[in-house]
């Protein structure tokens, strides 16, 4: 029987599109490309999920490599705020979730400061029993060592876990320790996917 839901939350709970962000804001197609590939897609970014540097580090690194100036960069960075936003419908369903009796957890790759900046954002954080992000612990999804280090911090059993990440390797990783794993894909209704895993639900299907 499942206990716990372990939520990611790019794109599950959060919307995380900045190629959509910037070309709605007027950016260029070429600017757009430049920013995701030396910014958003760059090994810096994926350091500082890890938390092994700083975002003036960060922002530092990229400027000496990429075509970019520091000041965009830097103003770049001071939009991740404006970038990310909830996605109503799936959090509207963490109260519900509650409710029923299930623990709710958060298990998502975030640099430190930007995940302090949201968690002080959005409300939603009281809905959860616990969670991780990849910088605290100094490694990122889809590496094994962040579930291991989940599941054994808060002593859950994998078999009583559902596992939902947007993206699939975590979702298979998740599987691989024992969860029951949801890949919630873009289309997805993440309450009828609640539906379709056979969890019981009964404040959903009252709606």
């Known amino acids: 029987m499942i206990k716990n839901i372990i939520f990611d939350l790019g794109n599950v709970l959060l919307s995380w599109k900045p190629g959509e962000f910037f070309e709605r804001s007027g950016y260029g197609p070429e600017e757009v490309r430049i920013i995701l590939k030396d910014i958003f897609k760059s ?5 500082l999920d890890n938390g092994y540097i700083t975002t003036s580090e960060a922002i530092d690194l990229i400027a000496s490599g990429s075509s970019l100036k520091r000041a965009s960069i830097s103003a770049i960075f001071d939009l991740r705020t404006k970038v990310i936003f909830p996605l ?3 959090i509207k369903l963490l109260p519900e979730l509650n409710k029923e009796g299930f623990k709710l ?3 998502s790759n975030f640099p430190l400061d930007f995940f302090e900046e ?5 409300d939603f954080f ?3 029993n616990g969670g991780i992000i990849s910088a605290e612990v ?3 999804k889809p ?4 579930f291991k280090i989940f599941l054994e911090k808060y002593n859950l059993a994998p078999g009583e876990s559902l596992y939902i990440d947007d993206i699939e390797i975590n979702v298979r990783v998740a599987e691989s320790f024992g969860m029951k794993g949801i890949h919630l894909a873009r289309t997805d209704s ?3 996917k609640f539906m379709e895993s056979g969890l019981r639900i009964a404040s959903l299907r009252s709606q």
């Open 138 to 140: 100094g490694c990122s």
């Open 105 to 107: 957890y958060y298990l």
């Open 126 to 128: 009281k809905y959860f």
């Open 143 to 146: 590496d094994t060592k962040i």
């Open 43 to 47: 090994n810096e970014w994926s350091m």
């Open 190 to 192: 993440l309450e009828k």
């Open 88 to 90: 109503v419908k799936n």
């Open 118 to 122: 949201v968690k002080k954002q959005y």
